[in-house]
């Protein structure tokens, strides 16, 4: 197993408070350019209710170009905060979600002047050879001890070098109501195009409760459902 170390080759700040196109035709206020993720978000001064930037590095350089074709990750879903998505993975859907990351972030506000509310994300597969170490995921938190949110102009909300934004929460202050981004979720990133990526603890738990419904289902439609016509093999 081969540990990777980013060197930022390929960095750049992305801002959201344009808000982007509003039309049909663009679903993503901000979205990172070939071969890069996010690793950073930050916030000039609303606590967090929304953020102004994102920071994308360029972190797969073993990855085949796209020549500037989209879609850039052939594989990719959209979690939405809103619904308590906070993490590109799910354990629901372990093979469809196992080593994304964010490369995208969406918002409901066009030219909000100064934040950008996101709901939903875009979280995209690793390109071939590179996976996540998940034993050794980090959290990179939005405010202090005290609650004191960290809106600055500087990038205080950081991944270390190496990790890779895979996650982002939100909670309501208990006094306001008001919702707040709280932290972000930190993966450390690896190459190694011989790692099998072994199933989730969860794994067997999940397929067990899916077939369990799935023959009650089956079982239910039998009870009405007429009987399938069936063949004899007449022997030759």
Same mark, same amino acid.
């Given at each position: 197993?081969?540990?990777?170390?980013?060197?930022?080759?390929?960095?750049?700040? =992305?801002?959201?408070?344009?808000?982007?196109?509003?039309?049909?035709?663009?679903?993503?206020?901000?979205?990172?350019?070939?071969?890069?993720?996010?690793?950073?978000?930050?916030?000039?001064?609303?606590?967090?209710?929304?953020?102004?930037?994102?920071?994308?590095?360029?972190?797969? %350089?073993?990855?085949? %170009?796209?020549?500037?074709?989209? %879609?850039?990750?052939?594989?990719?879903?959209?979690?939405?905060?809103?619904?308590?998505?906070?993490?590109?993975?799910?354990?629901?859907?372990?093979?469809?979600?196992?080593?994304?990351?964010?490369?995208?972030?969406?918002?409901?506000?066009?030219?909000?002047?100064?934040?950008?509310?996101?709901?939903?994300?875009?979280?995209?597969? #690793?390109?071939?050879?590179?996976?996540?170490?998940?034993?050794?995921?980090?959290?990179?938190?939005?405010?202090?001890?005290?609650?004191?949110?960290?809106?600055?102009?500087?990038? #205080?909300?950081?991944?270390?070098?190496?990790? =890779?934004?895979?996650?982002?929460?939100?909670?309501?202050?208990?006094?306001?109501?008001?919702?707040?981004?709280?932290?972000?979720?930190?993966?450390? #990133?690896?190459?190694?195009?011989?790692?099998?990526?072994?199933?989730?603890?969860?794994?067997?738990?999940?397929?067990?409760?899916?077939?369990?419904?799935?023959?009650?289902?089956?079982?239910?439609?039998?009870?009405?459902?007429?009987?399938?016509?069936?063949?004899?093999?007449?022997?030759?």
């Amino acid at each position: 197993m081969l540990s990777w170390v980013a060197e930022g080759t390929g960095d750049c700040i =992305i801002s959201l408070t344009s808000g982007g196109h509003a039309d049909d035709q663009h679903k993503w206020n901000t979205e990172c350019h070939d071969g890069e993720a996010i690793i950073a978000i930050q916030d000039t001064g609303s606590d967090f209710q929304g953020f102004g930037s994102v920071w994308c590095r360029f972190l797969f %350089p073993k990855k085949p %170009p796209s020549f500037g074709l989209y %879609p850039y990750y052939p594989w990719c879903n959209v979690r939405d905060i809103s619904l308590r998505e906070y993490y590109c993975y799910d354990k629901l859907f372990p093979s469809d979600t196992y080593d994304t990351f964010v490369t995208a972030m969406s918002s409901s506000q066009y030219y909000p002047g100064g934040i950008s509310v996101s709901s939903s994300y875009k979280c995209c597969r #690793l390109p071939d050879g590179y996976h996540f170490d998940y034993r050794r995921c980090e959290y990179r938190y939005t405010h202090d001890r005290y609650g004191e949110h960290y809106d600055n102009d500087q990038w #205080l909300v950081k991944c270390e070098r190496g990790y =890779i934004m895979t996650g982002i929460g939100q909670a309501a202050n208990p006094w306001t109501n008001a919702l707040h981004y709280t932290w972000i979720q930190c993966c450390p #990133l690896f190459y190694d195009p011989m790692f099998v990526v072994p199933h989730p603890p969860s794994n067997k738990t999940v397929q067990r409760q899916n077939i369990t419904t799935t023959r009650q289902t089956i079982l239910a439609n039998s009870a009405t459902a007429p009987p399938e016509e069936t063949t004899t093999a007449v022997p030759t």
